[in-house]
């Protein structure tokens, strides 16, 4: 067996002293523990000891990767997590050579965010029946997307305490702590929920915000399926993504002033890069109009 140390090291780094998200923890470390068992396997390092990699290891388990279909991204992401991790077994004391320090990153070119129109929006939102337990219920997680920008997982992870409707906010804790206003129509969707739907459908003792037909809380599988029958209901023929409530909140808002800063604490953004590329993809639909309305942009 390899020495767990390291990997429980740096997934406490990862999710006390960074204060990523509880996802991007549990993608990192299962990209660590992947390899780690595929060293297990390898007969020069049959004891999955991190302490005896070398740059040529992880080339090697890299080309493995790639020849079994594995996306440019998910390597990318990979090789991030290992010199994420060899970073931080030097900070923990090994002092050998960091192996991962000369693997280049995988270059890719990252899917345009799916955006729904402000019409689209309107549309989607209008589907659930607020008079049925489960309408009633969805109604107020879509709203509550579309007004925070919040990650599905985030979504879910809400509990009832979570929400104050009085002051209208809610206080999202899957990662970085933040508190996000929510406009009035979704107060009242979680309202309505909260007398109307939730008493008939949580179990006693239940504390999350959202939960399914069993009782318990909701899952991303089941918010997943949840959102694609009401787009296909509203007729809406885009790429279904789970985050793409999140991605229109973000454009919608910028497109109607809001600041950059304040949008990535929102959106609980640890770095501006990762918000501006919503304000790069504004700047590229006005030119797109420019270049298709303006007399003289052919020439």
Not at 47 to 59: A, H, L, P, S
Not at 91 to 112: C, L, M, Q, R, W
Not at 191 to 198: D, E, K, M
Not at 263 to 281: D, F, I, N, P, W
């Given at each position: ?291 298709k309305a303006h007399p003289r942009a052919q020439f």
């Open positions: 067996m390899f020495d767990a140390t390291y990997i429980d090291n740096y997934k406490d780094y990862l999710a006390n002293q960074k204060c990523v998200s509880h996802n991007t923890v549990s993608s990192y470390i299962r990209d660590i523990t992947q390899f780690s068992e595929h060293l297990q396997n390898d007969e020069a390092n049959q004891t999955g000891n991190f302490e005896r990699v070398t740059k040529e290891d992880i080339q090697f388990y890299i080309s493995l990767l790639q020849g079994s279909g594995r996306s440019p991204a998910t390597i990318s992401r990979f090789i991030a997590s290992l010199k994420s991790f060899f970073r931080r077994m030097i900070d923990d004391g090994f002092d050998g050579p960091n192996p991962a320090a000369e693997i280049d990153t995988v270059s890719y070119v990252k899917k345009t965010p799916v955006i729904l129109s402000r019409e689209e929006v309107e549309r989607l939102l209008e589907q659930p029946g607020i008079n049925s337990i489960k309408g009633c219920r969805d109604k107020a997680m879509l709203e509550t997307l579309y007004a925070t920008g919040i990650r599905v997982s985030e979504l879910i992870s809400l509990d009832i305490s979570d929400v104050n409707l009085i002051t209208g906010l809610i206080t999202c804790r899957n990662g970085k702590d933040r508190t996000i206003p929510l406009y009035a129509t979704a107060v009242r969707a979680i309202s309505h929920y909260l007398s109307f739907s939730r008493p008939a459908m949580a179990v006693a003792g239940e504390v999350s915000l959202f939960v399914n037909t069993g009782g318990g809380r909701m899952s991303r599988q089941g918010f997943w399926k949840i959102l694609k029958s009401y787009l296909d209901n509203a007729q809406i023929n885009k790429e279904v993504t789970p985050q793409m409530l999140r991605h229109s909140f973000a454009m919608h808002l910028l497109e109607n002033g809001a600041d950059l800063h304040s949008l990535k604490e929102m959106l609980g953004h640890t770095y501006l890069a990762s918000t501006q590329v919503y304000a790069r993809m504004i700047n590229q639909n006005l030119k797109d109009v420019y270049a």
